[in-house]
């Protein structure tokens, strides 16, 4: 089956980590989340992929290419201009080759079995079938109303939190009858939330929701971001961690160079190239990515350091983002214990 990956949106509330980078490739734990994405989709038997690019689109498709050195195959819908999440569906027709389809929006860091959203959708006969996950606060996703067999009587997206019909939300992943892109127009931005999922419900047109399993969560905030890399290196999330480890809790990659003189305290990952100078405290859950330098005495806990970033001698950094040019932190108390596990 294919799937339809969504991936053109401008990632603004995750800047400036995504200045000049497609969200869904923001590195997590050092590999852009697409390709842990790809992998976790391979691994469920899907290996044909469309992906709708907009945004800083070279960069996917440079890293991806036609996807054989990922042992997939890849296709790119490339959008003149954004068309919105449904716009974005309609503009991927020509190359979708099957009566069904699977869409996901790339940005969503997730686990999830596929198998019983096909069951379901398969055995309901819905034209789409959402995929829905459950959160504390709703007001940031798509909410649904469902009957007890899981129809959808009502979607609202991001409604205010008193106003939110129930805190079962749209996760981000669709099970779509090609029929159903004759109610999208063409040539035009649609938002599949605000406009095709309400008006295909209004048409008395079988729209379901089945929630589903395996973690769940959407990194399109700084304190979110982080909360992932501590769930991911916390083994909530089953990320294949690119290096190999060295003791319990320890991943380092190639050609580094870490004092003996400097303390790792677990879990961290450390990326090829990296310098870790005397003094500095590593630790726990902290993420240095390729080429980094530590300079003496720093100490980071609970942090993310992109490629190429040098921290200065002494300094303390907690509860962030670092990048070559940006300093990013969030309070402690800011980051949610959101990743959603259900067995
Ligand atoms: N190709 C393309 N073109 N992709 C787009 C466009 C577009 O015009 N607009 C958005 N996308 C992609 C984004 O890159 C992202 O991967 C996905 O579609 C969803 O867009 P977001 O902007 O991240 O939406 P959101 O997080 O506010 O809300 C969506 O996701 C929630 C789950 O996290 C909605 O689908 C909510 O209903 C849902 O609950
Ligand atoms: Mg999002």
Redo the contacts with the bound molecule.
Sequence with gaps: MQALL??????TRLRPLTEHL???MAPVVNRPWLEHLIKHLQSQGLSDFVI???HNADIIRNHFGDGRRFGVNIAY?Q?PE????A??IKHAEPLLTANRFIVI????IHHVDLLPLLEFHQSSGALVTIGLTEVEDPS???VVQQTSSGRILRFV??PPRHKAPSNR????IYVMEKEALAWIPAGR?VS??RETFPLLIRKGLPVYGCTVRGYWL?M?THDRYLALHRDALDGKIDLQLPYPRKMEGVWIGENTNISSHAILIPPVVIGPGTKVERGAVIGPYAVLGENVTVHADSRLAHAVILPGTRLAQNRVFRHAIVGPDFLITTRPAEIPRQGVMQQ
């Design positions: 969504l991936a053109g949106g401008l990632g497609p969200k869904p709708a690019v907009k819908s959008e954004l068309l919105g999440t716009g974005a929006n790339a940005d969503i940031q996703y798509g997206e991001k939300i749209n996760a981000g931005e599949i939330e959407d399109g």
